[in-house]
């Protein structure tokens, strides 16, 4: 049986945030990985993204959405530990 995760495990999202209700594999079904910001269609929509720039990407979108840096850092630390980015 497959885990499902709580947060995308590729930018750390809450896929109880994800308004598309998470990713989608080739088939259609949706992932229980990913968010639909990460992963359409059973491929990644940023496939050649590092973790490092992943970090980046998402302080980028957090800061467009005025959250404060502090919170920013909090949310992102953990992404490098995340599951695509220790396969």
Same mark, same amino acid.
């Given at each position: /049986?497959?885990?499902?995760?709580?947060? $995308?495990? &590729? $930018?750390?999202?809450? !896929? =109880? *945030?994800? &308004? !598309? #209700?998470?990713?989608?594999?080739?088939?259609?079904?949706? &992932?229980? /990985?990913?968010?639909?910001? $990460?992963?359409?269609?059973? &491929? @990644?929509?940023?496939?050649?993204?590092?973790?490092?720039?992943?970090?980046? @990407?998402? =302080?980028? !979108?957090?800061?467009? /959405? *005025?959250?404060?840096?502090?919170?920013? %850092? @909090? @949310?992102?630390? #953990?992404?490098? *530990?995340?599951?695509? %980015? =220790?396969?």
């Amino acid at each position: /049986m497959d885990t499902i995760y709580k947060n $995308c495990q &590729s $930018c750390g999202m809450p !896929k =109880n *945030k994800d &308004s !598309k #209700g998470g990713g989608t594999e080739a088939d259609g079904t949706k &992932s229980t /990985m990913y968010c639909s910001h $990460c992963y359409r269609d059973g &491929s @990644f929509t940023q496939p050649k993204i590092t973790a490092d720039e992943m970090v980046v @990407f998402v =302080n980028g !979108k957090l800061s467009e /959405m *005025k959250i404060p840096v502090f919170m920013a %850092w @909090f @949310f992102t630390r #953990g992404i490098r *530990k995340l599951e695509r %980015w =220790n396969r």
